[in-house]
C-alpha cells in the first residue's frame, strides 16, 4: 500500500509560483510511475505531468521532479494564471518491473493510488 500526501497549495497572484510537493510511504520509491493531475470546480480531472524514466508535461509552464532518496515528487508551476486555480492531486502507479518505453502514463488508469488533493487558488 502506497499513501501520497500533498503540501505546497495555496493562494497565489496571477504570474506566481507555486512548488507542489508529494511525499509517498512505501519502499523503492523509484519503480513507481508517478503523476500529477488536476481537477477545476465543474470539469473533469485532467492530466498535468507525469515522471517514469523520464520527465513528461502538458504545460510548459509546469515542471516534474522527484528525489528518489526522499520519496518525494515535486510540481514546480510558474507563471500562474486564473485558469490553473484547481485541485491538484498527486499519483502513483502500482510497483513496476519497468518503465514502458516511449509511454508518458497521462491516464488516470495508469495510476493505483491518489493523495486527497491540495488546492491551488490563483487570484487576478
Known amino acids: 500500500q502506497v499513501q501520497l500526501v500533498e503540501s505546497g497549495g495555496g493562494l497565489v497572484q496571477a504570474g506566481g509560483s507555486l512548488r507542489l510537493s508529494c511525499a509517498a510511504s512505501?519502499?523503492?520509491?523509484?519503480?513507481?510511475?508517478m503523476g500529477w493531475f488536476r481537477q477545476a470546480p465543474g470539469k473533469e480531472r485532467e492530466f498535468v505531468a507525469s515522471?517514469?524514466s523520464s520527465p513528461y508535461s502538458v504545460k510548459g509552464r509546469f515542471t516534474i521532479s522527484r528525489d528518489n532518496a526522499k520519496n518525494t515528487v515535486y510540481l514546480q508551476m510558474n507563471s500562474l494564471t486564473p485558469e490553473d486555480t484547481a485541485v491538484y492531486y498527486c499519483?502513483?502507479?502500482?510497483?513496476?518491473?519497468?518503465?514502458?518505453?516511449?509511454?508518458?502514463?497521462?491516464?488516470?488508469?495508469?495510476?493505483?493510488?491518489w493523495g486527497q488533493g491540495t488546492q491551488v487558488t490563483v487570484s487576478s
Open positions: 512505501g519502499r523503492t520509491f523509484s519503480n513507481y510511475a
Open positions: 499519483a502513483s502507479s502500482r510497483a513496476l518491473a519497468y518503465f514502458r518505453r516511449n509511454y508518458y502514463y497521462t491516464r488516470a488508469n495508469d495510476y493505483t493510488y
Open positions: 515522471i517514469s
